[in-house]
């Protein structure tokens, strides 16, 4: 396992999240998106935002190094998962797969609905391997208002160059089933 603790992220450590997505993007060249690996990281301010709010987390090594983290906001019901950005010199070795189950069982995320997300349909690291944590599609007559904004802004950034989706993993009953219809979450 490389990640030994997951923790808010601190104030000072902003300035490295930005340096750790900024190398977790360079991944990106390699499937005909360098303007993705190119795109300017998340901005202290916006990262100090979540950070703010209890919603800026981070997976550290033995050592005590950031290793990726996390970003999630409410968003129609669920936790939107913002970013999620993990080192290369670590990937493929669960650190996102960790802190996506960390941020599940905050209590937050246990109040809402599920945890839902946007990203790139074909990018092997993006929907396919959500897929492989519990998530599926979307659909866009299910998206609340909130998303809709989201996915409004992300148009208008030009990230649909290359076909994109949203997705949603709902909460788990307490018996670890999963509600039948994405549309009607569990009762709280």
């Known amino acids: 396992m490389v990640t030994e603790h997951i923790r808010q992220a601190g104030q000072d450590e902003l300035p490295a999240l930005r340096v750790l997505e900024r190398a977790a993007g360079?991944?990106?060249?390699?499937?005909?998106?360098?303007?993705?690996?190119?795109?300017?990281?998340?901005?202290?301010?916006?990262?100090?935002?979540?950070?703010?709010a209890g919603r800026a987390w981070v997976s550290t090594d033995a050592r005590g190094r950031i290793v990726?983290?996390?970003?999630?906001?409410?968003?129609?019901?669920?936790?939107h998962i913002a970013q999620v950005s993990v080192h290369p010199d670590v990937a493929h070795r669960g650190v996102g797969r960790e802190l996506i189950e960390h941020l599940a069982a905050t209590p937050v995320a246990e109040r809402l609905a599920g945890l839902t997300l946007t990203t790139?349909?074909?990018?092997?690291?993006?929907?396919?391997?959500?897929?492989?944590?519990?998530?599926?599609?979307?659909?866009?007559?299910?998206?609340g208002t909130r998303l809709r904004v989201i996915r409004g802004m992300e148009l208008e950034a030009g990230l649909d160059r290359w076909p994109r989706l949203a997705m949603v993993r709902p909460r788990l009953a307490p018996d670890g089933r999963r509600p039948p219809d994405i549309a009607r979450p569990w009762p709280r």
């Open 68 to 79: 990726g983290y996390l970003l999630a906001e409410p968003v129609d019901e669920h936790l």
């Open 120 to 143: 790139y349909r074909h990018v092997p690291w993006n929907a396919p391997y959500y897929r492989r944590l519990g998530f599926t599609e979307l659909p866009e007559h299910l998206w």
């Open 26 to 52: 360079e991944i990106f060249r390699d499937v005909g998106l360098a303007e993705i690996a190119e795109d300017d990281p998340v901005p202290v301010e916006q990262l100090e935002h979540f950070r703010r």
